[in-house]
C-alpha cells in the first residue's frame, strides 16, 4: 500500500494500479524499455492490473513478460469496461495510468488519475480527466516509487 497525506485533499491509501497497456505501457506492441522493472519494484506495494483492447494481438506475450494476467476488452464500450474495473477494485484505493480516449473514464473514476504522453499522442478527454500529467510512463511510475513528488504536485 502506499499512503500520501496531501495537504487540502486529505490521505490517499492506493492498493491497486490499473494500467493501459498500448500506448501507455507498450509501443506498436512491445513493452518500453524500463517498464517491467518498475512493475516489478511496484508489486510490492501494489496490486497491478493490465486492461487492453490487445489492438496489437500481442498481450500474452507482455503478460509473460511481466507475469501477470490482463484483463482484456471486449469490442465497444471500452471506456466504460476500463471504469467499471476501476470501480469493481474500489476506486478509493486505486490509481489509474492512461493516455488514450478510452482511458478518460478510468481515470477520474481512480482515486489518482496519471495520464502519460505517448509516441500514440496523448487524447485531451484523458489529460482533462487525471489529475496528473507526466511527460511518459517511466516518470509515472517513477512517482509511485517516490509518493513524496506527488504531495507536492497535488497540494492545494
Known amino acids: 500500500m502506499i499512503e500520501l497525506t496531501i495537504p487540502g485533499r486529505g490521505v490517499i491509501r492506493l492498493e491497486h494500479l490499473v494500467c493501459d497497456v498500448n500506448g501507455t505501457l507498450a509501443?506498436?506492441?512491445?513493452?518500453?524499455?524500463?517498464?517491467?522493472?518498475?512493475?516489478?519494484?511496484?508489486?510490492?506495494?501494489?496490486?497491478?492490473?493490465?486492461?487492453?483492447?490487445?489492438?496489437h494481438g500481442l498481450q500474452d506475450v507482455i503478460d509473460q513478460q511481466?507475469?501477470?494476467?490482463?484483463?482484456?476488452?471486449?469490442?465497444?464500450?471500452?471506456?466504460?469496461?476500463?471504469?467499471?474495473l476501476v470501480m469493481q477494485l474500489s476506486p478509493e484505493r486505486t490509481v489509474a495510468v492512461g493516455q488514450g480516449a478510452n482511458d478518460?473514464?478510468?481515470?477520474?473514476?481512480?482515486?489518482?488519475?496519471?495520464c502519460v504522453f505517448s509516441q500514440e499522442g496523448t487524447a485531451i478527454s484523458a489529460l482533462n480527466s487525471a489529475d496528473v500529467v507526466c511527460a511518459d510512463i517511466l516518470t509515472a511510475l517513477e512517482l509511485l516509487e517516490k509518493p513524496i513528488r506527488l504531495v507536492a504536485t497535488l497540494r492545494k
Open 27 to 55: 509501443l506498436d506492441g512491445q513493452l518500453i524499455d524500463g517498464v517491467s522493472q518498475i512493475l516489478n519494484r511496484l508489486s510490492d506495494r501494489l496490486e497491478v492490473h493490465l486492461v487492453t483492447a490487445d489492438t
Open 66 to 84: 511481466l507475469g501477470l494476467r490482463s484483463v482484456r476488452l471486449a469490442p465497444g464500450q471500452e471506456a466504460q469496461q476500463k471504469a467499471a
Open 104 to 114: 478518460a473514464e478510468m481515470l477520474q473514476s481512480a482515486a489518482l488519475g496519471i
